[in-house]
């Protein structure tokens, strides 16, 4: 994948560090779910919290982000496209996208195969949030 903003299999304690250390509300990065496989995670800082969604591919190599139910559900041709999206205000996060956290020589340590990352981190559905109408 070929983003900046786009860290691999980012711990999400690592992922919080990023987004916080500069206290700033809206910068994004997007990481690799550690809980569901292929998933990945639009992550985004905001009064000091990290609100992450879940962006699922589909066929074709089209991208959905997970939304509240009864919100219409929006296809993306590609990733840039949906992060373009949600760098308007009043999109359904719970703040547009600002800053992207671009990736660094020294994040390559984060990347880890998927294999160790499945048996050192739990997440729970508690740790994502929905988009908002």
């Not at 070929?2 to 299999?9: A, E, F, I, N, T």
């Not at 809206?26 to 609100?51: H, I, T």
């Not at 939304?67 to 999206?85: A, C, D, H």
């Amino acid at each position: 994948m070929d983003l900046p903003y786009y860290h691999g299999p980012l711990s999400k304690r690592d992922c919080e560090t990023l987004l916080l250390k500069e206290g700033v509300d809206g910068n994004y990065l997007l990481r690799d779910s550690e809980s569901v496989p292929g998933v990945l995670c639009l992550c985004v800082s905001f009064k000091n919290f990290v609100y992450t969604y879940r962006i699922f591919k589909e066929k074709h190599g089209y991208y959905n982000i997970q939304t509240v139910e009864g919100v219409k559900r929006e296809i993306f041709p590609n990733l840039k496209e949906l992060i373009s999206k949600f760098e308007k205000p009043n999109q359904g996060l719970v703040f547009h996208l600002v800053k992207p956290i671009k990736r660094t020589r020294s994040s390559l340590r984060w990347r880890r195969s998927k294999i160790e990352l499945d048996g050192i981190y739990e997440n729970d559905a508690s740790d994502y949030v929905d988009v908002l109408p």
